[in-house]
């Protein structure tokens, strides 16, 4: 199992341009997330999903969007990208059912708007 | 979902145990306590967590006080490669969604 796959893993964007994060998780996790990270702080969490067709926000969505159309696959849109949005972004992906407590993250997305 | 304090750093010799300390007094009855480290800006990891019993696996032991109001998460032997920031989190087991609330942590720099 490659675990949870975020791409680009570094990119530079120039402020109101528009890009997607990717992310994939082979392990057939029902629930999937974004946080975004900025430097010294800890993790927020953008939007999460609990199953296709089905995303929420969560502490900081605004000027992102998501979609869930398969089980593997939650990508996070930027529209209009601003310099706040200076940030790692990491993926992450859980069971629904959740014994062990794990939440199984990416390596991370670094995005510089300039 | 309760909110937790720890220290902003700690420092331990190589070799010797790390204890950290998590305050969470205002835990409710049916909130988790849960410990990830972050390792240089990679993805968060989980190590364990626990409802009231002492926890221990392979990287850790969880100790929680009878009252629930704080926690330590203790490294027996620690090494240069634990040097991380560690998150102590406390999380409703009926928490629609799974999610996880991270605070700042504590930055723990293992030291030969």
């Known amino acids: 199992n490659a675990g949870v796959t975020q791409t680009p893993k570094f990119r530079i964007l120039k402020i109101g341009q528009s890009m997607t994060l990717q992310c994939a998780q082979d392990?057939?996790?029902?629930?999937m997330y974004w946080y975004r990270q900025d430097p010294g702080m800890g993790l927020k969490l953008i939007y999460y999903?609990?199953?296709?067709?089905?995303?929420d926000k969560g502490e900081v969505p605004n000027g992102y969007n998501v979609s869930r159309s398969t089980t593997e696959d939650f990508p996070l849109r930027l529209e209009l990208a601003a310099p706040s949005q200076t940030s790692v972004y990491f993926c992450a992906s859980s069971y629904k059912e959740w014994n062990t407590g794990e939440l199984f993250f990416g390596e991370g997305s670094r995005l510089t708007v300039l | 979902d309760a909110k937790t304090t720890q220290p902003p750093s700690m420092d331990c010799a190589e070799g010797r145990a790390a204890n950290l300390p998590c305050n969470h007094s205002t835990i409710s009855g049916n909130e988790y306590v849960y410990w990830y480290r972050q390792i240089h800006s990679q993805g968060p990891q989980y190590i364990i967590h626990g409802l009231k019993n002492n926890e221990t696996n392979e990287m850790a032991s969880l100790i929680i006080t009878e009252d629930r109001k704080s926690s330590t998460l203790i490294l027996p032997h620690a090494t240069l490669r634990d040097t991380a920031v560690y998150y102590c989190i406390v999380r409703d087991s009926n928490n629609a969604g799974n999610m996880l609330t991270f605070g700042g942590g504590t930055r723990l720099m293992v030291k030969p």
């Open positions: 392990m057939n996790h029902n629930y």
């Open positions: 999903s609990v199953g296709a067709g089905i995303t």
